[in-house]
C-alpha cells in the first residue's frame, strides 16, 4: 500500500505529511540511511507512492528534528552526528531526564506506572531475544514515558526536538549491554514507584551518564 493510499486521522494532507516523516525517520534511526546519504525527491516520491509537496514537508519536518539537512548543489541529505552534538545532547539529557524522573515520582499515577512498567516488560522481552531494534524501541519509549510522567508542558516542549536524536543514540548503542540497561530501568522504575524524588533523579542522572562512554566508542568504531 502506498503511503497516499493510507487512511488519514485529522487533515488528510498533514496525516501524509506525518506518515512520511515517520517512514524516512525510521530509515535514518536504524542505520538504512547512513549519514551523509542523499535522499532524493523524484526517486523517493516515486518509491513512496506520494507526490513532492507532501514530502518536501517531511523534508522540513526531519530537518527541524536535525536528522536532514538540505545542501546548496547536493539537495537532502541525511545529517550526520560529530563528537561535540554528542556531548551537547547528553549533558542536556543529564539535566532534563533527572528532572523528568525527579517529578515523575511525584506525579505518576497507577496508569502511568503500568505505561511505564510495559515498557520495562518490553526492553526485558527483546533483551533476551537479542532483538536490536527491539530493544532501542522499547528503552526509547522507556525514557519518553518518563517525560510524559513529568506532567509538565514545558519540559516536553523542551525534550520533544531532541526525541529524534534520542533515538538514534539509543539504536547505535542497543547491543552494548542490554542487561545493564534492563538493570537500571528496574531501579529506575522502582524509585518512581516508590515516590522516591531524590533517589529517582539520582539514578536517572547516573544512567545519562554512564551511556556516554559506550556511545562515544560506538561512535569511533561502528559495527
Known amino acids: ?59 522540513r519536518q526531519l530537518e527541524s528534528e536535525g536528522l536532514v539537512r538540505a545542501l546548496p548543489r547536493r539537495g537532502v541529505v541525511v545529517a550526520s552526528m560529530t563528537a561535540k552534538d554528542v556531548e551537547n545532547l547528553f549533558e542536556i539529557r543529564e539535566s532534563l531526564e533527572s528532572l523528568a524522573a525527579r517529578l515523575a515520582a511525584q506525579r505518576a499515577d ?70 545493564t540497561l534492563c538493570r537500571e530501568h528496574t531501579d529506575l522504575f522502582d524509585a518512581i514507584a516508590a515516590g522516591n524524588a531524590e533517589e529517582a533523579a539520582r539514578i536517572a542522572l547516573e544512567h545519562v551518564a554512564a551511556s556516554r562512554q559506550p556511545t562515544f566508542d560506538q561512535l569511533a568504531n561502528p559495527q
Open 110 to 179: 497507577r496508569q502511568g506506572l503500568q505505561r511505564l512498567r510495559a515498557h520495562l516488560d518490553e526492553a526485558r522481552a527483546t533483551t533476551a531475544a537479542a532483538d536490536k531494534d527491539g530493544i532501542a524501541r522499547a528503552n526509547a519509549a522507556f525514557h519518553a514515558t518518563i517525560i510524559d510522567l513529568a506532567d509538565n508542558e514545558l519540559l516536553h516542549s523542551m525534550m520533544a526536538p531532541l526525541n529524534s536524536k534520542v533515538r538514534w543514540l539509543f539504536r547505535l548503542t542497543s547491543a552494548t549491554d542490554p542487561e
Open 1 to 59: 500500500m502506498s503511503l497516499e493510499a493510507r487512511p488519514s486521522v485529522g487533515s488528510a494532507h498533514r496525516s501524509l505529511r506525518d506518515s512520511i516523516a515517520d517512514e524516512l525517520r525510521e530509515r535514518i534511526i536504524s542505520g538504512a540511511y547512513p549519514p551523509d546519504f542523499r535522499l532524493v525527491e523524484r526517486d523517493l516520491a516515486q518509491q513512496l507512492e506520494v507526490s513532492r509537496i507532501p514530502l518536501r514537508e517531511a523534508f
